[in-house]
């Protein structure tokens, strides 16, 4: 498969940015709001799959040029930032589900390269921030990566009623180089001093980054049993060894019951983690961001109960009730008195909520999908709402084939009640309905299938909410989504 892909970006405007809330300070007139993101990019992606009796072998390349930096690397505008960025994948699996009499076997190596690349110098603010730069301040920073893994799982059916999984791997992960120009120094709780001109500090105390590299061991063990008609009980555990923080356990849990002949009910527990980032561990002499060696894991612990309903074979019906315990959250707090943020494990959060979903085929050429979620969760250390997710959001979707291949799908998106974190004044997040409609054209000559589609169709303000900041949010209207816009496809298949 080769796919390319290319696109302007939409240009919505933001009104304010960070530059604008330096500007009251220092008393300079450098921001470039309000003034549109910056979301060009061109897409190109390859991929490979190849299979022949047990043996799989499945390569890829993302590659990606000509990226905008959005709002901005530090949430003031920047027109002319580009960034660039490869990923290149190869992962060999061999799988026999006949290994032995009883045993399935599964072993897979996969290699992982990644690089992000600067192709145009990128403003953090624009000519004339802080009364010292008169070029702005520009800072290029640019990360080479690999990875390494290898792992390998067997099912055992061997016993009465029961049926093993074992598994065991390890990865290997490389920040392997770091390269960075730029034309400013940090002094902790100062604003930026300016260097003399664009200054490459690759290989230095300077750079943004520091290299280094992660190990991690795993093993795990998972068993379900039919412990009884109708019952059954799947109950596994995985033991994680990092090189940098530490151990971490996981288990899980499943119960099902096969409560009729139509309903299912499910009682699931489940414990993960998500290992500190390169950024949130290893950034330095940063604008924005600097890390912290001493982060533990983030954990999540989530109980849920969920029910499958099939009345009829035309209508699925779906309800689950969930409730997550969200400990030692990994944030970007802000520094008092300086441009920056640290990161630390900074409290916990609760969380509960359902989700309510329903699949059905009213007529053989009419289809309806939709789904309802609630969630209300809590930063216990605030004991206020987290903020950022909305409390209701509701998704339709129909799938009408008024004629033979002919297909219409209208979409709609409707998000509601969004609340701000305790300390950001700002108003609620306002809420949208976001409709799609799609004409689509199926095996037109046998190859050929055509599409065209208008999003956003009533041209919503639709916005994602900013980041909250210190003393105030840098982008204080928050992040708008594009208005209306039109989008065509043509595939040939053969």
Known sequence: MVEYHNTNGQRRIIGADAQTFYDSIFGTHASLAPGPVNLQRDNLDARLD???GNWRFRGGLQHRSDIGTGAGVAQALDPQGRYGSDRWNADLTYHNPEFTENWDVTAQTSYFDTSQTVQRNTLLYPPG??????????????????HARVNISGFYSGLDRHSLRLGAGFNYDSLYA??????????????????????????????FLTPGNRKDYFFSLQDEWKFANDWELTAGVRYDHYSDFG??????????????????????????????????????????????????????????????????????LGLNLFNYWWSDIIRFIPDVGATTNTAHNSGQQIGRGLELEADWRLASMFRVMGNYSYQHSIDESTDHNSGYAPLHKVYLRADWEFLPDWHLNPQLDWIIDRRRILGDNRPAVGDYLWADLTLRRKRLRDHWEVAFSVRNLFNADAREPSPAGNPIAPIPNDLPLPGRYFYGEIRFSF
Do not use: C, M
């Not at 151990?247 to 019951?257: D, I, K, M």
């Open 50 to 52: 190849i299979s022949k």
């Open 129 to 146: 921030a802080f009364g010292t730069f008169p070029g702005g301040v520009t800072g290029n920073p640019e990360i080479f990566e690999h």
């Open 178 to 207: 770091v390269r960075e120009t730029k034309n400013f120094f940090l002094l902790p709780g100062r604003p930026p001093f300016p260097l003399q001109g664009l200054t490459d500090v690759s290989d230095t105390p300077s750079v």
């Open 247 to 316: 151990n971490t356990v996981n288990p899980r849990l499943a119960l099902v019951w096969e409560t009729r002949h139509d309903l299912t009910t499910k009682l699931l527990y489940g414990r993960a983690f998500r290992a500190p980032s390169w950024a949130e561990t290893r950034n330095i002499n940063n604008l924005v961001s600097l890390g912290n060696p001493k982060l533990n894991p983030e954990t999540i612990n989530t109980l849920e109960l969920a029910f499958d309903y099939r009345p009829i074979d035309q209508l699925r």
